[in-house]
Structures are given as structure tokens and as C-alpha cells.
């Protein structure tokens, strides 16, 4: 039995408190009406996971995203932004006392012009920072409780990501030594690498991989509205989950002799739509002029949650057109257009991922279920993975139904990032 890893991300939006209905009132105020009420969504309502609704006996790892390293002491923090959430997810443990959680450092906009741009770059390059960093890093892992080090340094090398030419050769000692530390105090360590060839091309993959447990290969954001302005990809209709173009990826990890036991299968629970420049052009390869609309509850240009697919597919009365050349699905309304994976999907690249002998998933990500879990309850149905059992801390003295630590030449599951 394949037993996939999905890694998870949590991406925060509290509500307001509630207002007692007004029942006295004075001057300009007066009303016994209840109030239109501040909410983090317009109707339709939007579900947003929180760390104490992750689904028990579904995932093997959890993984928050992201902490953050301070560009000028190299020192880790949870962020300003993570709130109580780096607390919160940790605690997870609590309730389920056999998953395992990590904690991710970098991702996509670390990379964006601004202080942490070349942070990753500096941290490698230097022992003294690295050495910093490693002591911060261990003290918030004892803190928290964590398992685990995921590190998303997606672009070493890439000049238009602020990477440096040495980045190739620091970034293996740098994880030559973070492994080092983490197999003293017993934890585990993995690196994203992404499916873009041009930016895998950055990595050493033959050298790092004695340092990782695994690398989580991102495949998915192939393709955004970023491209417009991409002089190597241009302004035309592409998926963002395209297998076609993941092959290749995985291609250079066997070029490398990397083992697919070291290697988990990105997936995504969300899409990625564009503006199309013609409404009557709506393939791939078809101009475009922008991302797509934001969603309602994605509230982010060019991102669909997969509730929002299907919502808008029920409203136009849509069906989505399956390529299996490049193991995707692709709906267009008006002048949108988005791609997106689901059952059928996953299916197709399961069984290209089984066929190389790779066993292991990561999701991204739990911030973009639904109250229904209909994201993971697909994935699971088509990646075969049923929930694991309960353990059983029964005090009566029979032997019972009880859970056992599996086997470690088991497949490993758990939820992916936002980068």
C-alpha cells in the first residue's frame, strides 16, 4: 500500500467577534436592528481550515508555512504574521498523537524584491550566519515541539530571483550541516525543489540528496499570469499542473540517480484561471491578458479553490474537458479560463508517479478545503489511501485493535505550501 505525504499550509483569516443585538439605543444609534456584521468572506460563506479542524488519521506530517529567518541576524522567528497560528499548529499533536509536524522556512515571495530577496543566499555563503541560524532554528524546534525542517529555497542560482552563481556549491554545505544538527537532536529535514527546468537546474541534486529525507517536488504554479511578462514562456493559455511538463522534472531527478523513494509528488487543491484576450480562443496556446478574476473566497488573481470551480461549472451548467496527454481537466466561461486537477486527474498522475516507483503525495493546501473535505476525501479515493486506525489506549487488558507504529519501507502522506 502506497501511504502518501501531504504537506500543510495555513493561511489565516479570523473572523470579527459578534455583536450583541443592540437593544438600547441614544441619539443616532438608536436601532433594534442587528447589524450588517464584518466577516472575512462574502456569501457565499467561505470555510477556512484552522489547525483544530485538520482531519484525524488523513495525513502523516503537517507542515506550517511559513516562519521566517531575520535578513540581518540569521536568526529564526515565527513572523508578524503568524499570529497564535505557530502554536496552534504544533498543538495538532495533542490530538493526533501519531502525526508529525514540521515547519517551513522561505517559499516564493522570500525571493521577491525586498529585505529577505538574498537572505538565503547570505545565510549559505557564510559559516558564522549558518551557525546562527542552526542554534535559532533548534531552540524554536524544542519550543514547539516540531519534527521537522522543510527548506524552500525554491531559486539558488537564478539571477532573477535574487540568486548568486555560488549558490549551487553553498546551498549542499549549508544543508550538509543543517542535516548534521538535526540528526543530533532527531529531526528530519527536506528541501522544496520546483518542476520550472530552468530553475531545478540551480540545485545539486546528487550532492544534497545524502542531507534531505526527501525532496518535495512542486508540481503545480507551472504556469500563472506571471508569464506575460516571461519572455521564456509568453502570454499563452497553459496549466499550471501540467504532467507533461513535470515529467521533464522528473527526468532530471533520474538523470541525477536520485532515488524515488526520496522524491514526493506535489498535488494542489486549487486552480489557476487567466483573462483570455479573445473569449472565442479558449484553448491551450490561446492568448492571454491577464490572471483570471479572484474568487470569492480565493480573493486572489489567478487562484480558483476547487468549491469555486465547481460552483461556477453548476451556475454556467460547464463541463471541464480532460486532457490525459498532460493529466489536467479545463473549464472556460466567458473569458476565463482555468485548469485543475480532481479524481480523474490525480489518478492519471498516480499511476505515472507508481510507475517510477514513487510512493509519496504532498498536498497544497489545507487552507483551501472544504467543509466537506471533499479535496482530501477525492485524493485519497484515487491515490488508494485509506485512513489510518485509530490508536486504541483502552486500560481493560484486552489486546484490542491496536495501532502500531508502521514499518519504515512504507510510503510516507501529508499536505504542501504557499509559497
Known amino acids: 500500500m502506497y501511504l502518501p505525504l501531504i504537506f500543510l499550509v495555513f493561511i489565516y483569516c479570523l473572523a470579527q467577534p459578534s455583536h450583541q443585538q443592540m437593544t438600547e439605543c441614544k441619539g443616532d444609534f438608536c436601532s433594534n436592528e442587528v447589524p450588517q456584521r464584518p466577516h472575512c468572506s462574502k456569501s457565499p460563506p467561505c470555510f477556512r481550515m484552522i489547525p483544530e479542524q485538520i482531519p484525524g488519521r488523513r495525513y502523516t506530517h503537517v507542515v506550517f508555512r511559513f516562519a521566517t529567518i531575520d535578513p540581518r541576524t540569521f536568526k529564526v522567528s515565527a513572523g508578524n504574521d503568524a499570529g497564535d497560528g505557530i502554536q496552534r499548529v504544533s498543538g495538532v499533536k495533542f490530538s493526533q498523537a501519531v502525526i508529525k509536524v514540521w515547519v517551513a522556512f522561505g517559499g516564493w515571495e522570500f525571493n521577491d524584491e525586498g529585505p529577505t530577496r538574498t537572505t538565503f543566499s547570505s545565510l549559505a555563503a557564510s559559516a558564522e550566519n549558518t551557525t546562527t541560524f542552526l542554534d535559532s532554528l533548534v531552540s524554536m524546534m524544542n519550543r514547539y515541539r516540531f519534527d521537522g525542517v522543510d527548506i524552500d529555497w525554491e531559486f539558488p542560482t537564478a539571477n532573477d530571483r535574487g540568486g548568486r552563481p555560488e549558490d549551487y556549491k553553498n546551498q549542499v554545505e549549508f544543508m550538509?550541516?543543517?542535516?548534521?544538527?538535526?540528526?543530533?537532536?532527531?529531526?528530519?529535514?527536506?528541501?522544496?525543489?520546483?518542476?520550472?527546468?530552468?530553475?531545478?537546474?540551480?540545485?545539486?541534486?546528487?550532492?544534497?540528496?545524502?542531507?534531505?529525507?526527501?525532496?518535495?517536488?512542486?508540481?503545480?504554479?507551472?504556469?500563472?499570469?506571471?508569464?506575460?511578462?516571461?519572455?521564456?514562456?509568453?502570454?499563452?493559455?497553459?496549466?499550471?499542473?501540467?504532467?507533461?511538463?513535470?515529467?521533464?522534472?522528473?527526468?532530471?531527478?533520474?538523470?541525477?540517480?536520485?532515488?524515488?523513494?526520496?522524491?514526493?509528488?506535489?498535488?494542489?487543491?486549487?486552480?489557476?484561471?487567466?483573462?483570455?484576450?479573445?473569449?472565442?480562443?479558449?484553448?491551450?496556446?490561446?492568448?492571454?491578458?491577464?490572471?483570471?478574476?479572484?474568487?470569492?473566497?480565493?480573493?486572489?488573481?489567478?487562484?480558483?479553490?476547487?468549491?469555486?470551480?465547481?460552483?461556477?461549472?453548476?451556475?454556467?451548467?460547464?463541463?471541464?474537458?480532460?486532457?490525459?496527454?498532460?493529466?489536467?481537466?479545463?473549464?472556460?466561461?466567458?473569458?476565463?479560463?482555468?485548469?485543475?486537477?480532481?479524481?480523474?486527474?490525480?489518478?492519471?498522475?498516480?499511476?505515472?508517479?507508481?510507475?517510477?516507483?514513487?510512493?509519496?503525495?504532498?498536498?497544497?493546501?489545507?487552507?483551501?478545503?472544504?467543509?466537506?473535505?471533499?479535496?482530501?476525501?477525492?485524493?485519497?479515493?484515487?491515490?488508494?489511501?485509506?485512513?489510518?486506525?485509530?490508536?486504541?489506549?483502552?486500560?481493560?487488558?484486552?489486546?484490542?485493535?491496536?495501532?502500531?507504529?508502521?514499518?519504515?519501507?512504507?510510503?510516507?502522506?501529508?499536505?504542501?505550501?504557499?509559497?
Open 176 to 419: 550538509s550541516r543543517l542535516r548534521s544538527r538535526m540528526k543530533d537532536v532527531k529531526k528530519g529535514v527536506s528541501v522544496v525543489i520546483p518542476a520550472t527546468d530552468r530553475y531545478l537546474k540551480g540545485f545539486d541534486l546528487k550532492s544534497l540528496e545524502p542531507h534531505v529525507d526527501w525532496f518535495n517536488l512542486m508540481n503545480f504554479d507551472l504556469h500563472g499570469s506571471w508569464d506575460i511578462l516571461d519572455k521564456s514562456t509568453g502570454p499563452w493559455v497553459k496549466s499550471h499542473t501540467n504532467m507533461t511538463e513535470i515529467q521533464t522534472a522528473l527526468d532530471q531527478l533520474w538523470r541525477s540517480d536520485i532515488s524515488p523513494t526520496k522524491v514526493t509528488m506535489g498535488m494542489s487543491f486549487y486552480g489557476r484561471s487567466f483573462t483570455l484576450t479573445d473569449p472565442s480562443c479558449h484553448y491551450l496556446g490561446c492568448r492571454i491578458s491577464s490572471g483570471g478574476n479572484p474568487g470569492e473566497c480565493s480573493k486572489t488573481v489567478g487562484v480558483l479553490h476547487h468549491e469555486e470551480i465547481e460552483r461556477i461549472m453548476r451556475q454556467n451548467h460547464l463541463e471541464p474537458t480532460l486532457h490525459p496527454e498532460h493529466a489536467v481537466k479545463t473549464v472556460s466561461w466567458g473569458n476565463q479560463w482555468v485548469s485543475f486537477d480532481d479524481a480523474d486527474t490525480w489518478r492519471l498522475k498516480r499511476d505515472i508517479a507508481r510507475s517510477q516507483c514513487i510512493g509519496s503525495f504532498a498536498v497544497r493546501a489545507l487552507n483551501h478545503e472544504n467543509d466537506k473535505e471533499s479535496n482530501i476525501e477525492a485524493l485519497s479515493l484515487a491515490l488508494d489511501h485509506k485512513q489510518m486506525e485509530a490508536p486504541n489506549f483502552s486500560t481493560t487488558g484486552q489486546q484490542g485493535n491496536v495501532w502500531r507504529k508502521p514499518a519504515p519501507q512504507q510510503c510516507r502522506w501529508s499536505s504542501c505550501f504557499e509559497g
